[in-house]
């Protein structure tokens, strides 16, 4: 790409891989084209039909997830939940979990919250699977912004990925379980 410095070449090489609007705004000329830029699927159920878009879902999840186990550490006290306090480890401990919770107690201490840890983690997973699908009309107002509870929307989404998926928590818990932050 003429005229770009290489790093901006690399992070459009990255993004054209994981983003069709980065494919489109950065074409690739000549015969590279083809297999230098990966078309995003147009809808949710495409995306279900085809066993590479799988594939690809699944790798933009591994690349995804440690942004967003950031953005669970940067979330302020009661963000996912009421006098709660979120934290990412640095790896999942040996029954899994990737994510502590805490309480807020009025008189200022804390006590691990784990049905808040579990509901968290479910939660982190399914925004991350959405932000991960290779799809153009991705559906809106899957999941509240602030604090990633589902909406109606996404809960059907989520109902389509397991009727396709049935091993989805699966796969995405042993991606989960082998991650290490950087």
Not at 13 to 23: D, E, I, Q
Not at 41 to 66: N, Q
Not at 157 to 169: H, Q, S
Request: hydrophobic share 40%; net charge positive; charged share 30%.
């Amino acid at each position: 790409m003429p005229g770009l410095h290489p790093f901006h070449s690399l992070v459009l090489a990255v993004l054209a891989l994981f983003s069709p609007l980065a494919s489109r705004a950065a074409p690739v000329e000549g015969r590279a084209a083809k297999s230098a830029r990966v078309d995003a699927y147009g809808t949710l159920d495409d995306c279900l039909k085809d066993d590479r878009c799988w594939g690809l879902a699944l790798t933009a999840f591994s690349e995804l997830l440690p942004a967003t186990l950031t953005e669970v550490e940067a979330g302020g006290p009661g963000q996912f939940f009421p006098k709660t306090l979120a934290f990412a480890k640095e790896r999942a401990d040996k029954e899994g979990h990737f994510l502590q919770v805490d309480c807020l107690r009025d008189d200022g201490g804390r006590q691990p919250c784990d049905d808040k840890r579990d509901a968290l983690e479910q939660r982190a997973l399914t925004v991350n699977l959405f932000r991960s699908l290779p799809i153009e009309d991705k559906p809106k107002e899957l999941y509240d912004k602030k604090t990633w509870e589902m909406r109606p929307a996404g809960a059907q989404a989520l109902a389509k990925i397991k009727k396709r998926r049935p091993d989805v928590w699966l796969q995405l818990a042993k991606i989960a379980r082998n991650l290490r932050r950087r």
